[in-house]
């Protein structure tokens, strides 16, 4: 007899395979589809999505979830069981016609933002914010009861599973006492010994490319399972079989795309290392979260490809693409300029000392108004406070303050936090291979990326979603997340 | 109360959308995806095709098309319906462990077709063959009984709706008889004087392809609905929204990339050209079959490409891609070589005049084979036979013998007549929107395709499948399939 567990095993992985034609089409559609074509992609898209609910929602999967529970389950059937869980609260827990209001109203608001933020004009913005606001708070709260957590960690949960505010505050306050003091200190180093100049370019696509391609060979990326293409807003897709990172390239600017693509990269080895087999196509085979899964990208693009050891490799490589001579492309320009720290309005353009102070800023507000504890209508001048507070600075406009992302006005609320958990993640995760790989820092300065990722896989990537964040952090590193890792780090990096 | 028929309407409107979904995956698949992942594209493909076929194959479909048989139905609908039903005989007919005993026999005939080719070794893949042969009969036989026609007219329906091997005969009969005088005479005629030699490149693939878009452009070709992109196979991909086509180029031979781009950019604009709206997902709204798909590629690649009023227009243009000078690149050369005649042995690169001999050995042979009055053991022979007697050549092997085409030895019988039907058929078009409109081949002759697309959508395009191919044929040029069209274009061009 088949055992209950063995079915939902069959339905997760039919679910799965539709998830991973969905990412192609997805993929497709932000590298190659024709504007004309939206509408049926669209189309396409939403069939494909109903048909993977209807297998996560089917009338009969709580009690095939609860009939797998009373049986005889080895530890990763265990916890694949809960992940299925996990799966079904967010696919059932809404009412349908919740999930359809949803849907309109996040297009109608993302469609109102674009415009708002060309114009700088958050009141304009208002009237679709505040019913997708009430709305998300609904999902928010129906999602807390099954899952018995608080409305903004149900929302957190759909992005990082596990995660709660509380465990987020306890990482951020220290990070926000910290930061306002530090970045003074760091701004007045710099000031007493600028950054290097970079050099004008301009810097062709083919051959920013062709470095890419070059560097994502070295990192481990696997190109007969992978592609590198032209995006407007980088990402990675696909699925493990089949990983498709994006880049755009600026002929100004070499190194944007350069880090850019070493980011997606990182994501790409944690898809490219998820556990095979069995495991593939089931909930606890996936990447655990996007906190981990933050840490990857950010390991690469910030632990490795900025530090002094890797840029000795990379330097000479670089400066070869573009045929650079001269100081500008010395090791140590090289080296000071990925590591210039500069105050600015905008999240995705800031370094590694001031992008925590973005995200703590959003994380505070978004649970404020999850809450219900502050009014949309007060949000633009409690960002410019946080903005003042954190960073010194004035933000001129709506267009350059809070209507910069396009987070809360396509629905994803409860996003933000992963980005600064996954940098500190990303720091822990490095210290503690350094210490396990002592000759580690010696290989990359030889360009020798392996044992890193061999313990990345150990540690990381081949234990997908079997224990939780934190579990899975405290088993690589010997502690949940700390923030005095990323402290540290920053210390040594830009205050020597 | 819902009409029986506006649900089957919904249901095949979700078949189709995951049919359109489909046709990306293979896209994809034979342009941009790494080979690496083959196997977990197979899967996604599998399942898509599998949750299609639960549409079509569902066991309340048949009690909802009687249903809708009786109520009252506009004539759209009604052919609609019918259309509807030859879907569900063709999804519905076989025995689940039929299709997958033919996807396995299928599969493992293929393999050991592409070792045997490479060898020239026909007895190697007899052991496939000759059950995959048995399944496809038997295939046909069960179809044949739901259809109420021939087994042989069963596999032609698949590809050809209503098509039938009597009316074939009626036409491929006289074509049979005029072809190996006529052969002749045109061999006679060039060795008088010879079509001039290509120049000899090399042509640039980034030329060819500025070449490709320019003259898709011209024909008509959306590009905000589609793109041109590189195969192994050039196909004509995607669906009406989003038209995907793709060639392949030789830097030694820049034509066969450009009339491979005007084949697939008539297949492109008749998809263009379906009814939209209502009829867009619905079975009536699809392209009749292949023989109309072939007449609408061949229309532009033979009837309009190589006339003389298009290449009076074209000729400046390619020269002036590629910086041509000199007698090679003449108007007059470059229509004398788009019809020069050289019989052979490969289907795949036949000229206009021989074509029909390899379509016509293969649907003799194809024929004889299901109805079971030839062995495979035989097959060899009887191919040597029909290329002495309609080309005067002798295969020195089976590779380039009955090994050639993967079409029977990955299960697509019944296929082969729709190549020279669909030429028959745009010769008839053609010359009938010659008749419809007396400036076309002025126009032609300065570049302007439109009044003919226009003809052609309001003829063929637009009308999707409320008609027979005969019915549509006849209605759009006063008569079913006449071979003696053909036949007089056949002259006019080859022996002015």
């Keep these: 007899m088949t055992r209950a567990y063995d079915r939902l ?3 997760f992985h039919q679910a799965s395979v539709i998830g991973d034609a969905l990412s192609m089409l997805h993929w497709d559609m932000a590298t190659m589809m024709p504007d004309g074509s939206a509408e049926s992609r669209a189309e396409q898209i939403a069939v494909l999505r109903g048909l993977h609910h209807q297998i996560l929602a089917a009338p009969d999967l709580p009690d095939l979830l609860d009939a797998a529970g009373a049986e005889d389950l080895e530890d990763w059937e265990r916890a694949n069981l809960a992940e299925m869980r996990r799966d079904w609260v967010h696919a059932a827990a809404l009412p349908p016609a919740l999930v ?6 996040e297009a109608a608001c993302e469609m109102a933002w674009r415009e708002a933020r060309a114009n700088a004009d958050f009141p ?7 019913p997708l606001l009430g709305l998300v708070r609904e999902v928010a709260a129906i999602k807390a009861e099954r899952l018995g957590v608080d409305p903004y960690d149900a929302l957190l949960d759909q992005y990082e599973p596990g995660g709660r505010a509380a465990a987020i505050e306890a990482v951020f306050d220290p990070l926000e006492a910290f930061l306002p003091g530090f970045l003074a200190e760091v ?9 290097p100049a970079a050099p004008p370019g301009p810097f062709p696509v083919e051959r920013q490319r062709a470095l890419g391609i070059e560097m994502m060979t070295r990192l ?23 990983t498709r990172i994006t ?6 600017d070499y190194a944007s795309a350069l880090l850019g693509v070493i980011h997606e990269t990182g994501h790409a080895l944690y898809e490219f290392g998820l556990p095979g087999g069995r495991w593939r196509h089931q909930p606890v085979g996936r990447a655990r979260g996007m906190v981990l899964h933050e840490s990857q990208s950010l390991l690469f693009e910030m632990q490795v490809a900025r530090s002094r050891p890797f840029v000795a490799f990379a330097a000479p490589l670089i400066r070869a693409a573009f045929d650079g001579a001269g100081p500008d492309w010395t090791e140590e320009a090289q080296y000071r300029r990925g590591i210039a720290v500069s105050p600015g309005f905008i999240r995705v353009e800031a370094d590694e000392v001031t992008y925590p102070a973005h995200v703590i800023i959003r994380t505070r507000l978004e649970r404020a108004l999850i809450a219900g504890t502050m009014d949309l209508d007060d949000l633009p001048t409690a960002w410019g406070e946080g903005y003042r507070r954190l ?4 933000p001129p406009d709506d267009a350059v303050g809070c209507l910069q992302d396009i987070h809360w006005y396509s629905g994803s609320w409860g996003y933000f936090p992963t980005y600064t958990l996954g940098a500190m993640a990303a720091a822990q995760l490095f210290d503690a291979a350094r210490r396990a790989l002592p000759e580690l820092e010696a290989g990359l300065a030889r360009g020798e990326v392996r044992p890193l990722l061999d313990w990345l896989r150990g540690a990381i990537h081949q234990r997908g979603s079997s224990g939780s964040t934190a579990e899975l952090l405290t ?19 830009y205050l020597p």
Excluded: K
């Design 124 to 130: 304009a913005v208002l009237p679709t914010l505040r």
């Design 247 to 252: 880049t755009r390239y600026d002929t100004a």
């Design 187 to 195: 701004l007045e180093a710099q000031r007493r010994n600028p950054p």
């Design 475 to 493: 088993a690589a590193t010997g502690r949940p997340l700390d923030p005095a890792v990323f402290v540290a780090h920053l210390r040594r990096r």
């Design 391 to 394: 960073l010194g600075l004035t």
């Design 100 to 105: 359809e209001a949803l849907a309109r109203a």
């Design 9 to 11: 095993e069959t339905r």
């Design 220 to 242: 481990g990326f696997d190109f007969s399972h992978g592609r590198l293409d032209v995006s407007h807003h980088p990402f990675c897709g696909g699925h493990a079989e089949d």
